[in-house]
Each structure stands twice: as structure tokens, then as C-alpha cells.
T-cell receptor, first 111, second 114 residues
Framework: LAKTTQPISMDSYEGQEVNITCSHNNIATNDYITWYQQFPSQGPRFIIQGYKTKVTNEVASLFIPADRKSSTLSLPRVSLSDTAVYYCLVGGGGATNKLIFGTGTLLAVQP | NAGVMQNPRHLVRRRGQEARLRCSPMKGHSHVYWYRQLPEEGLKFMVYLQKENIIDESGMPKERFSAEFPKEGPSILRIQQVVRGDSAAYFC????????????FGQGTRLTVV
């Protein structure tokens, strides 16, 4: 399974766009890239998933370059309630679909 | 459609007792994952199960821990002879099991060993 590397923490202010980048140099051909959000004392929540190029939903956008060795989660106009830990996961394309979480990025949004 | 249900939400056990954590997956999901999370840390994969089968248990401690997902009923994570170091939040997730489907997580069970 490909290992992921993310910044430990990021700071932002309300209304700003936040981009969190994840490195996954050893991503396999069949692997997908998935991002989860976790609030304190809660289980992680799926945000977005992609394989290549760009994916957008009502919550976020996911940018994946052609070599797929990294990905960027983009959160438009963050609010205080977006303060959480964001995890980048790579996998799902092999014989097993187990999800391996890295250390995640703690996003702190300030007023 | 109810989400992933875990119970109990909080469990207190004395050292040496057994802890049983239950996870009911979302309707139609046949794949279940268990994770452990210590305070201020990330989620550590423990085991991945399909109905009546253990697919991957590479994250399970070799002793005292076991997991099952029977044909009928919830998935059970069992910890025998608990020790203080077992105190953590245990999360369960379920999915359809296909590569590009999301996993849905429960609210977790917080185990405290006293």
C-alpha cells in the first residue's frame, strides 16, 4: 500500500480557500485517492475520492496531477466548523480494500 | 437507512476483564473494518472482515484480540484480559467492498480500562 505524507497542521482564517497537499510517490496503477475528515470524538467522514485529474463535489475539490504522485484537497471559503483533521488515503485497487490512515493534517480555522 | 451503529458508546472495564465491542454495518454492506485511535493520534488499522471471513488482520495484536463478522448479526471485536494500554476509541467502518466506494464510520466505542 502506498504511504502518504501530509503536513501535520495548517492554519487558516474564515472565508479563505485552503489547499492541503498529500504526497503518495508509490501509488499503484489501480489505487484511488480518498480524503476523510474527522472531528474530535467522532468517526471519520468521507469527503471526496478521485483517480485522476479533477473531482468536485458540494464540499470540496480534489486535484490530481498526471503522474498521480500527489493530490491536493481544496476547501473553498472555510468556516470555523471546518476545523478538523483531514486524512489522505491511497489504495483500494489491490486484492484488499483495507484503508490505511496516515497522521492526517490538523486544520485550524480562526475567525 | 441507518448509518453504522456501534455499541456501547462508552465501556468501562477493570483490568483482566473482557471487552466486547459491537458494530452493525450499513444495510447492504458486507465489508467491515476496525480501527483503534489513541488520544491525539491517528487511526490504526486493526482488521478487515467480510461476512464470515477475515480478509486482513495484519493490524491486530497477536494475543487477546479477536474479531468476527458472522453471517447474521453484528461484527464483534473482542478483547480478552484487558490492560490499561487497551484504553482507546475503537471505530468501525463498513463499505460495499468495491475499490472506489467510500467507507462509512460509526461513532466509535470509547473503552476505558481501570
Amino acid at each position: 500500500l502506498a504511504k502518504t505524507t501530509q503536513p501535520i497542521s495548517m492554519d487558516s482564517y474564515e472565508g479563505q480557500e485552503v489547499n492541503i497537499t498529500c504526497s503518495h510517490n508509490n501509488i499503484a496503477t489501480n489505487d484511488y485517492i480518498t480524503w476523510y475528515q474527522q472531528f474530535p470524538s467522532q468517526g471519520p467522514r468521507f469527503i471526496i475520492q478521485g483517480y485522476k485529474t479533477k473531482v468536485t463535489n458540494e464540499v470540496a475539490s480534489l486535484f490530481i496531477p498526471a503522474d498521480r504522485k500527489s493530490s491536493t484537497l481544496s476547501l473553498p471559503r472555510v468556516s470555523l466548523s471546518d476545523t478538523a483533521v483531514y486524512y489522505c488515503l491511497v489504495g483500494g485497487g489491490g486484492a484488499t480494500n483495507k484503508l490505511i490512515f496516515g497522521t492526517g493534517t490538523l486544520l485550524a480555522v480562526q475567525p | 437507512n441507518a448509518g453504522v451503529m456501534q455499541n456501547p458508546r462508552h465501556l468501562v472495564r477493570r483490568r483482566g476483564q473482557e471487552a466486547r465491542l459491537r458494530c452493525s454495518p450499513m444495510k447492504g454492506h458486507s465489508h467491515v473494518y476496525w480501527y483503534r485511535q489513541l488520544p491525539e493520534e491517528g487511526l490504526k488499522f486493526m482488521v478487515y472482515l467480510q461476512k464470515e471471513n477475515i480478509i486482513d488482520e495484519s493490524g491486530m495484536p497477536k494475543e487477546r484480540f479477536s474479531a468476527e463478522f458472522p453471517k447474521e448479526g453484528p461484527s464483534i471485536l473482542r478483547i480478552q484480559q484487558v490492560v490499561r494500554g487497551d484504553s482507546a476509541a475503537y471505530f468501525c467502518a463498513s463499505s460495499l467492498g468495491q475499490a472506489n466506494t467510500e467507507a462509512f464510520f460509526g461513532q466509535g466505542t470509547r473503552l476505558t480500562v481501570v
